[in-house]
């Protein structure tokens, strides 16, 4: 939080509903910043920090109350790949938050007087992969390796205070399964967001027992899905506040498609801020963009919820 006297996020979901940002790639790249790096987005952690807060910056001035930090893809294992320490990998995930932070306080100095949350991103074990795969899960590896991935992460990134965690684009119920036992005891709430096809998991399992993993887990302060076609919301809202009882989250990206081959979108935009007042009628009370959503779009959206 901004200040001591905002309310936690938790609060302010069972008071009513509450914008997150768009892409943060999407951003970046119409900034002028080449995110064409196994790192993505991470990368401009240790190269161009300020970027990332100017990126968070412009969400907040179009209307978003909650940034998700720029550490998505930003994993040990990933910055070894590029001779990146540990020691420095710790330096840069704790500085996606204090980004965010920054851009928090900066904003709020320039007049904007809401509660301003930071979300810290945890990707999943394919956004390290670099290959896709955090769209088809399944990666052969058991729950509790995955924990063993995802704990040291998490870990450094409680450590730095953020409001919430995001376990977002989440493609397979065993890791979903995996994540829940690596928050417990952080100390920080979390979030748990599918990447979905239909009324699945890009695994192939049932939302209705991916969601169900999350329902009686105190730390998870929300449920839902990003990362997926607009038009997979709805159901999706739907399942996860029957099954859950929870507030959901929901952040699709923009309709186009993602081609792992030539790392590049293609097809066109399906996302409209006039949906998201259907998917708030169904339970949805974080909602915001994804992949291809900038500034923009999530004013639109920010309108369309003032007017509902």
Known sequence: MTSNTSPSLATALAAGTVVLDGGMSNQLESA???????????????ERPEA???????YFGAGAEVAITASYQATFEGFAKRGISRAEGTRLLGLSVELARQAARQ???EGDDRPLWV?????????????GSEYRGRYGLSVEELERFHRPRLEVLAE?????????TVPDADEAAALLRAVRGLGVPAWLSYTV???HTRAGQPLEEAF???????????????????EDVADAVGIAARVTGKPVV???NSGEAWDAEARAWAGRTTFSAEQVKAWRDAGARLIGGCCRVGPAAIASMAQALDAV
């Open 119 to 131: 979300a810290a991103s945890v990707g999943p074990y394919g956004a390290m992969l670099a290959d």
């Open 160 to 168: 730095a205070a953020p409001d919430v965690l995001a376990l977002e």
């Open 197 to 199: 096809d239909g009324r």
């Open 107 to 109: 904003a709020q100095v």
């Open 32 to 46: 002028g910043h080449d995110l064409s790096d196994e790192l993505w987005s991470a990368r401009l952690l240790a």
């Open 52 to 58: 990332v807060t100017e990126a968070h910056l412009a």
């Open 250 to 252: 929901v952040y699709p």
């Open 212 to 230: 169900a993993l999350a329902a009686d887990v105190d730390e998870v302060i929300a449920v839902g899905v990003n990362c997926c076609a607009p």
